[in-house]
Structures are given as structure tokens and as C-alpha cells.
């Protein structure tokens, strides 16, 4: 079974430039999650879609960060303009159900340097 | 609000050593606490998932404890081994939002040949 997938992997960009990240979460998975992990730090939810619905973007800085999910699959999350600590790894996971005790899976993330 | 937090940060041990890794939580209504690894440049998977009414997990070395009323799980590895080096993190889904995730900060563990 394919994993999740992520890219690009690694992004160095200027600060006050754009970016965006990809994800394609496991075939059939209905939630995803993108969780933004600074270094140091635990991962934490940006957002939630269940399939192509916001379940919570409660932490989504949405002055500069955006995300979408057309068709409840795919998942494209936008930075723009870029601050300097916005440097992180950004991680996109998928499960099969928004279900609390349905197992979470993890992309190896996208890693964002602002310079 | 809750509040994971992890110690230590970072754990050094000869191999073969067994060793405790220790998480606590502010707010004790939970529904589940997971414990997760994450490798250098990589994304985190799971080993173990506790649900509030149980008390430990096991998972070949590996033993998970939770003690919801004060607030604590313990992840236990046993005859530690290199390979077992990488962050180690654990998370909680809060009984009133079961859907979120919210994640310590991880300890840092480097076993030594």
C-alpha cells in the first residue's frame, strides 16, 4: 500500500516569496491533516478536511497560509507571503475516517526554509 | 487548554540499557494517547495507541503505560538497541475534540553501540 506522499521535499525561498506543498494521502483515506512542526517542537494541526470539508482550521494563520482540497483527494497548502518563522517541516497525514481511533498516517514532510 | 509535555528532551544510553521516556498532560479528559517515532528527515509513525479506559499496551519491546487520572503515560523499551535511536512523541486526543492531535515535544534518544 502506497504511503503517504509529499513535495517537494525540501524548499529554501525568500522571505515575503510564495510557496506551496503537495499531498496525496493514502487511496480511500477521507481525513487529512497538515501539521506544521518546528524544529524542536511537536507537530501541530494546522488543518483538517474531511474529505473536501473544513473540519477545524482554528490554528491556520489564514492572513498568509491557505489550503484546499478539490475533489476530496488531493491537497495543496500556500504560504504566501513567507516570514522567516515559517521555517518548518510541514507534514501532511491522512486517515481513513475523522473516527478518533482510526490509525494515522504520516507523509515525511515538506521541509521550508525562509531566509 | 491542554498541554503535552515531554522529559526529558533528550535521552543518551549504552546499548542494552532498558529506559523509561515520560509524558504528561494537563487536563486528564482524554480520549486516547498514542506514542509516536520519528526519524531524521522522516515523518512519524505510530507504535502504540492507549484508549482512556486502558492501562498499558505492549508492542514487542515496547510497553506503554497510562495513568489518565494523574495525568501521565510512560513509554518503556526494553534491551534497547541503536536502531532504536529518534525522537519518540506522544499525543493525546482531548475527550471534548477527539479529533485533534495535540503533541509533546518529543525526547530525542540516541542509543550507543
Known amino acids: 500500500e502506497a504511503g503517504v506522499a509529499q513535495s517537494p521535499r525540501y524548499k529554501i525561498i525568500e522571505k515575503r516569496q510564495s510557496v506551496a506543498f503537495w499531498c496525496n494521502p493514502i487511496?480511500?483515506?477521507?481525513?487529512l491533516y497538515w501539521y506544521q512542526q518546528i524544529l524542536g517542537q511537536g507537530p501541530k494541526l494546522l488543518i483538517q478536511?474531511?474529505?473536501?470539508?473544513?473540519?477545524?482550521d482554528s490554528q491556520l494563520p489564514k492572513d498568509r497560509f491557505s489550503a484546499e482540497r478539490l475533489k476530496g483527494v488531493d491537497s495543496t497548502l500556500k504560504i504566501q507571503p513567507a516570514k522567516l518563522e515559517d521555517s518548518a517541516v510541514y507534514l501532511c497525514?491522512?486517515?481513513?475516517?475523522?473516527?478518533?481511533?482510526?490509525?494515522?498516517?504520516f507523509g515525511e514532510g515538506s521541509w521550508l526554509t525562509v531566509v | 487548554k491542554q498541554e503535552v509535555t515531554q522529559i526529558p528532551a533528550a535521552l543518551s544510553v549504552p546499548e542494552g540499557e532498558n529506559l523509561v521516556l515520560n509524558c504528561s498532560f494537563t487536563d486528564s479528559a482524554i480520549y486516547n494517547l498514542q506514542w509516536f517515532r520519528q526519524d531524521p528527515g522522516k515523518g512519524l509513525t505510530s507504535l502504540l495507541l492507549i484508549q482512556s479506559s486502558q492501562r498499558e499496551q505492549t508492542s514487542g519491546r515496547l510497553n506503554a503505560s497510562l495513568d489518565k487520572s494523574s495525568g501521565r503515560s510512560t513509554l518503556y523499551i526494553a534491551a534497547s538497541q541503536p536502531g532504536d535511536s529518534a525522537t519518540y512523541l506522544c499525543a493525546v486526543r482531548p475527550a471534548d475534540s477527539s479529533y485533534k492531535l495535540i503533541f509533546g515535544s518529543g525526547t530525542r534518544l540516541l542509543v550507543r553501540p
Open positions: 487511496s480511500g483515506h477521507a481525513t
Open positions: 497525514a491522512s486517515s481513513s475516517g475523522e473516527n478518533s481511533g482510526n490509525t494515522i498516517y
Open positions: 478536511f474531511q474529505n473536501n470539508g473544513v473540519v477545524d
